[in-house]
């Protein structure tokens, strides 16, 4: 592969059990999509191979230290194995980190041993009008309420969600831990995930109402969640799954060429020059914002220039998908866009997934940053 974080990342961690589960993965992906219970069994593998854990203190990507780059470039390979999967996987790593973040001395012990016991982790955030609050009883909390696009909500052990409450004080939008196994299976409403594609994501609407929580299960303060730049330049992180997807995308249009002996013809030849330099571009992009990520993070010092950059790296990798996806589409034609060749499902996996918050909005605040500062990105890194 053409990164050059390549090296690191084989160096770092214990690259050939990670590689043989994602191979078990990609392998899986056309019959996972069809499991009713989603990706329970991928989850296991990934635990039996070390990456449930992967972040955390002592462990090969320890957040501690500044692995970011390789951080990325794991999440892209998980992609590329199954873009459901790599959904699942990068909300278990995303709550970890505002674990490792926000989270007090035992509660961290606590959610740290269950995760380097196999549980799985998520974060729902996402909610329509009937969206979470919490309501203080004497003991506790009672929460009100439900979550949409709760990915893995079958098989995920820890919920990490968010809602209004009033605490001591304070008002604002609150992390909250659920243990899944005591909220009862009929809160998820299995009717409620029916997408063009990441079906085997199950991100079915969840229903909350009258699960009781107490002080231990708060992560943080209220408005803790919306602190920057952690909060938009995590953005990164669903970026390099969505590019995994592509890779896997430009790969099986590769392959599908020369199965039918089609890598002859210069419009081919000239399709998979755009897509394979399309990738590269992306590649590159990733590694940049892992770099500045770690630089920026330890500094404190470049809040809005590190949130600008992911701006772009989200929305310049979602352009580039969309661009691999479209070359695909005409170097395979009809026919390879049909089972049982699996790019049936990559391309609506990943046309689907493509859709992220405030797509729009999210150009508008990168421009923003250039328009209100006298700034350039230096390359000295
Ligand atoms: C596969 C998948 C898994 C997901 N899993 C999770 C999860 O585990 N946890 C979680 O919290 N969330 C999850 N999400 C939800 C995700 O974070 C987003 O909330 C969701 O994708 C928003 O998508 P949307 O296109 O419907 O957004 P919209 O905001 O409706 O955007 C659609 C379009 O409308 C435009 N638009 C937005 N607002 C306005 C406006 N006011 N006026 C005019 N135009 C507007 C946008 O720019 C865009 O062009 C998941 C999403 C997907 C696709």
């Known amino acids: 592969m053409i990164t050059d974080t390549t090296e690191v990342f084989h160096t770092a961690i214990s690259k050939p059990s990670i590689d043989e589960v994602l191979k078990r993965i ?7 999509e069809h499991q009713p219970d989603g990706p329970a069994a991928e989850f296991k593998w990934l635990h039996e191979c070390g990456a449930l854990s992967i972040v955390l203190p002592g462990h090969e990507l320890d957040f501690n230290l500044p692995k970011t780059p390789q951080l990325l470039r794991l999440l892209k390979d998980v992609g590329k194995a199954n873009l459901a999967v790599g959904r699942i996987y990068e909300g278990h ?33 996402t909610q329509a009008a009937d969206g979470i609050s919490l309501e203080a009883v004497d003991s506790g909390f009672r929460v009100h309420g ?53 079906k085997a994501s199950g991100s079915y609407k969840v229903n909350f109402s ?4 107490y002080d231990e299960d708060l ?26 997807g592509a890779e896997a995308i430009a790969a099986h249009t590769l392959s599908y060429l020369k199965q039918l002996k089609r890598t002859d013809d210069p419009f081919q030849q000239m399709r998979m020059y755009h897509m394979m330099s399309e ?11 892992g770099k500045y990520y ?9 809040d809005d220039a590190l949130i600008a950059f992911a701006n772009m790296t ?27 060749f699996e790019l049936e499902r990559l391309h609506r996996d990943l046309t689907f997934y493509l859709r992220q918050p405030a797509p729009d909005a999210t150009r508008l605040k990168a421009a923003d940053f250039f328009i209100q500062n006298d700034f350039s990105f230096d390359d000295d890194i």
Request: charged share 20%; with cysteine; proline share 3%.
């Open 26 to 32: 990609a392998e899986s992906a056309a019959a996972t």
């Open 93 to 125: 790593i995303n709550t970890l980190y505002l674990i490792h973040l926000y989270a007090a001395q035992a509660q961290r012990e606590r959610w740290y041993k269950e995760a380097e016991a196999g549980l799985l982790f998520g974060i729902w955030n």
């Open 146 to 198: 439900s979550k949409t696009f709760c990915s893995g909500a079958a098989i995920i052990n820890r919920a990490l969600i968010s809602g209004d409450i009033h605490r001591d004080g304070e008002k604002g939008w609150q992390l909250l831990v659920i243990n899944m196994e005591d909220l009862p299976q009929d809160r998820i409403d299995y009717d409620s995930w029916k997408p063009l594609g990441m």
């Open 210 to 213: 009258d699960y009781l929580i």
């Open 219 to 244: 992560l943080a303060r209220p408005g803790t969640y919306l602190t920057q730049p952690y909060f938009n330049a995590g953005a990164i992180r669903f970026a390099a799954v969505h590019l995994g």
């Open 279 to 289: 990738l590269t571009t992306g590649q590159l992009w990733l590694n940049r914002a």
């Open 294 to 302: 770690d630089r920026w993070v330890a500094a404190g010092t470049h």
């Open 314 to 340: 989200r929305t310049i990798i979602e352009e580039i998908c969309l661009k691999i996806m479209d070359e695909s589409n005409r170097c395979v034609g009809a026919r390879g866009l049909m089972e049982p």
